[in-house]
């Protein structure tokens, strides 16, 4: 992959390829809430439930990507929700960030779920702009490929997700905003 003077040529990496690689992590990370919170029992809290939303609209402008091919405007979609994301998921960072608290839910390789995301929307936000800087001559979609199976399969699991979460939520608060940290379904109380 590196052309005689021995850089990487980045133009191998196919944009829709890139993209669809992005849109598998923000699935594979709404999964793994879902896991949390499914088999661990782990209900989410109302800033995780605003991440959640974050990370599914972060999916959306990758899908969009996928879908339609690159555009600045989808990129612009992914940036804008994953500052978003970000500043939720700070915020639940700076609220357990005193010694001596546990902080919110089980941690992964010592990071809460929030430190996760909070990596994984600036991770999001550096992608982007690095595409838009790898992609600039050709944004508008007309040389790629729109269409891949993975791709389709990985937009139809984003939407699964979304609408998953869309009833978690429902069934954690009801059609009203969460007061406090859910201790479980409303039909459990």
Do not use: K
């Amino acid at each position: 992959m590196s052309n005689s003077s021995g850089s990487i040529n980045v133009a191998r990496f196919h944009p829709i390829f890139l993209n669809v690689l992005a849109l598998a992590g923000i699935c594979v990370a709404l999964l793994a809430a879902f896991f949390f919170q499914l088999v661990l029992g782990e209900i989410p809290c109302p800033l995780c439930m605003l991440q959640r939303i974050g990370l599914i609209l972060v999916g959306l402008g990758f899908a969009m990507n996928v879908r339609f091919g690159p555009s600045a405007v989808h990129y612009a979609v992914v940036i804008l929700s994953a500052m978003t994301g970000a500043g939720v998921s700070l915020r639940q960072v700076l609220l357990h960030i005193a010694p001596g608290d546990a902080g919110f839910g089980s941690a992964v390789f010592g990071y809460h779920m929030y430190t996760w995301g909070f990596i994984a929307f600036m991770g999001s936000i550096v992608f982007s702009a690095v595409m838009l800087m790898i992609d600039r001559n050709h944004l508008g979609g007309s040389a790629y490929p729109v269409r891949t199976a993975l791709g389709s399969v990985l937009i139809g699991l984003l939407l699964i997700l979304a609408l998953g979460n869309v009833a978690s939520d429902v069934l954690t608060c009801g059609f009203a905003p969460c007061v406090g940290d859910p201790q479980g379904y409303i039909f459990q109380r």
